[in-house]
């Protein structure tokens, strides 16, 4: 399967040599959204997201050592349309019995970019992931069943907030709601509840402040950092008895620049049971709408 993918995306590459142009990134008339580590940016956009690490302390007895190194591609079919395919590998160690190490499940993503207001610096996004059963390893904790969750984004910049709140308009507000169903309800014994995500991140871009608001005169490094804080939620709804929302708050920041972003956060647990101690995630996302213009980053199908 993960071949297969692979294959799909190389041959997404290739058709786009003939494809023509088209607005690039998540953007809103002066408003630039970044990609945000934890949660989806309402955008569809050319990029790739290799490497993001992370690192925490599971709310597992006995507890482990999660480290997660993934990848993600996302290629616009159309202007408006994209579709994404991520990949996880995934290593667990536990004090004194030794450590596991392998591949999630492949996840997959189709997502259309519906509203784009540039007045009110606003983006509504729709879009349906698909986890693939069986394409990861049993001992880092792939599920044995197929999971689909239909999910709305959003984003909101300041942008068009009054005078009195011009200090106010670099704020955005992005986020992501999604409801996970699974394919069946059981695996053997266990039950597979379908649980609610939802992702916010609260922004303040300094690009937008010494832009669009007033220049400060800042060195030019302060002037592509976006200060952020994400939180992300998981809520069991159905057939999860027991179960409760686990989930992270994660303070940090982005550097911005012309073809790639880098970001770093921390990542706080929000109970035991989402884990223990502080944790980090970093992240590095390449724009390849602007590197490569006239080939790879153009939509297959542009409209014109």
Not at 58 to 75: A, F, I, N
Not at 172 to 181: K, P, Q, S
């Amino acid at each position: 399967m993960r071949n297969l993918i692979l294959l799909a995306c190389s041959a997404g590459l290739t058709a786009t040599l003939c494809a023509g142009s088209a607005t690039a990134h998540a953007v809103a008339g002066n408003r630039f959204f970044p990609a945000t580590l934890k949660t989806d940016d309402p955008g569809v956009a050319d990029e790739l997201s290799l490497p993001t690490i992370s690192s925490f302390k599971t709310g597992d007895d006995p507890m482990q050592r999660q480290l997660d190194v993934s990848g993600e591609y996302s290629k616009r079919l159309t202007p408006k349309l994209g579709i994404s395919v991520g990949e996880t590998w995934t290593q667990l160690k536990t004090s004194g019995l030794g450590k596991a190490q392998g591949f999630q499940n492949l996840e997959v993503t189709v997502k259309y970019q519906a509203i784009t207001s540039a007045e009110h610096e606003t983006i509504v996004a729709v879009g349906l992931s698909t986890e693939w059963a069986d394409t990861g390893a049993d001992r880092v904790g792939a599920e044995h069943h197929s999971t689909f969750t239909p999910s709305v984004y959003f984003g909101k910049g300041g942008g068009d907030l009054p005078d009195s709140l011009t200090w106010a308009r670099p704020l955005a507000l992005t986020g992501v709601v999604g409801y996970a169903i699974p394919d069946r309800l059981h695996d053997g014994a266990d039950r597979n509840p379908s649980v609610l995500h939802s992702g916010f991140a609260l922004e303040y871009s300094l690009p937008y402040l010494a832009s669009h608001v007033k220049d400060y005169g800042l060195p030019d490094f302060l002037n592509h950092l976006t200060p952020l804080v994400e939180a992300d939620f998981e809520t069991p709804v159905a057939h999860a008895s027991g179960s409760r929302t686990t989930g992270t708050i994660n303070p940090g920041v982005i550097w911005a620049g012309r073809y790639y972003q880098l970001g770093a956060e921390a990542t706080f647990p929000i109970n035991h049971d989402s884990g223990r101690g502080v944790g980090f995630v970093v992240q590095l996302h390449v724009f390849l709408d602007d590197l490569f213009p006239r080939s790879i980053g153009k939509p297959v199908w542009s409209g014109q």
